[in-house]
């Protein structure tokens, strides 16, 4: 079958949606840097389309020293002036000042932040049936926020969290139908 033939989840739609679907979301991500750059990601897309953030990805990059926690904790107001000055980014300064709070809270963990989130993960669950099936939230999603918010988080309620846990194979909400559905395993 050809790659065009695939089916998809709905919202694949576009080259950088199919290519960011067939790739990566849902694949399990582990990794300090790469869930802190994911987690950052998904806090800047709240509120917008996710296609503004895949285009805009490697703007995020440069910008935020490749979302290294410890570089990006000792951004000052030097740096949060050049980041709303960046159109490369989403320039909002709220988000930024959550970053670069996050990436404090990330040094400040007693754990590994891979070990935080993905203590969140569910047991495996039946696909969703059709996009409409696909929850915003989840118990799950909820706790994570909470316990991310004691933590010193920012910008990261449990809609958001959800987003993460979907993006980073947390949870796999490819459709049944998707060739993706149940081929990231744990």
């Not at 203590?119 to 669950?125: E, G, K, Q, T, V």
């Not at 409409?132 to 926020?145: F, I, L, R, Y």
């Amino acid at each position: 079958m050809k790659v065009t033939e695939l089916v998809r989840c709905a919202w694949a739609t576009t080259p950088d949606y199919v290519a960011y679907h067939d790739n990566e979301w849902g694949v399990p991500l582990r990794g300090e840097q790469a869930l802190f750059e994911r987690m950052c990601l998904e806090s800047f897309q709240s509120g917008l389309s996710w296609l503004v953030i895949l285009r805009k990805r490697e703007n995020f990059r440069a910008a935020f020293a490749g979302f290294d926690p410890e570089q990006v904790a000792a951004f000052g107001d030097e740096d949060v002036q050049r980041l709303l000055a960046d159109s490369g980014i989403v320039r909002n300064r709220a988000k930024i000042e959550a970053a670069i709070a996050n990436a404090r809270a990330v040094l400040e963990l007693d754990e590994p932040l891979d070990d935080l989130l993905w203590s969140f993960a569910p047991p495996p669950r039946p696909n969703p049936r059709a996009m409409q099936d696909v929850p915003a939230t989840s118990p799950e999603s909820h706790a994570m926020a909470r316990e991310l918010k004691r933590r010193g988080f920012k910008f990261l309620g449990p809609t958001t969290c959800y987003a993460l846990m979907q993006a980073t194979g947390m949870v796999d909400d490819h459709v049944a139908d998707c060739w993706r559905a149940g081929v990231a395993a744990r």
